[in-house]
């Protein structure tokens, strides 16, 4: 019993150590600027009796080894039930650079937690193709649930 459980141990460690590699390979084959919605959250919310303000934030973090050009025109699209609602502008960023962004929603105070989902989703329309301005676009999403 105790060499199977062993033998376990071994496999499992092995698996998790091969799923980092992987992630820690595909990171590194992102040469170049890698713009990234890292967090979005509800920050505040106040209410009138009848329609609570809620304040949402997110930041938007270059991941990657390189500035984006100083021409880059990029945008976080606020989306709600598939439908476009806003944008934010974001400046061009440096490696390790944030930029936070915040959007106001209103909804019925009796509406039931859990039940509004905003989506963020960062988008290039300068350079086209964005190409080195953005070499991992498997990062420029996010939602909150409130």
Sequence with gaps: ???????????????????QLAANGAAASCAGA?????????????SNGSVNHYTLVGRVTNLGTAKQASNVLQFVDIYQNG???ED???PPLAPGQSYT?????Q???????????????????SPSPPGNQDCNPGNDTKSVTF
């Design 88 to 90: 934010r502008g974001v």
């Design 107 to 125: 909804r019925a105070s009796d509406a039931g937690t859990g039940t509004t989902t905003m989506y963020f989703r960062l988008r290039m329309t």
């Design 83 to 85: 439908t476009r609602l």
């Design 1 to 19: 019993m105790k060499g199977k459980l062993q033998s376990m141990r071994t496999v499992i460690l092995a698996a998790v150590l091969l799923g």
């Design 34 to 46: 890698d713009p990234a919605i890292v967090s979005a959250k509800v920050q505040n919310v106040t």
């Design 101 to 105: 962004f915040s959007y106001d929603w």
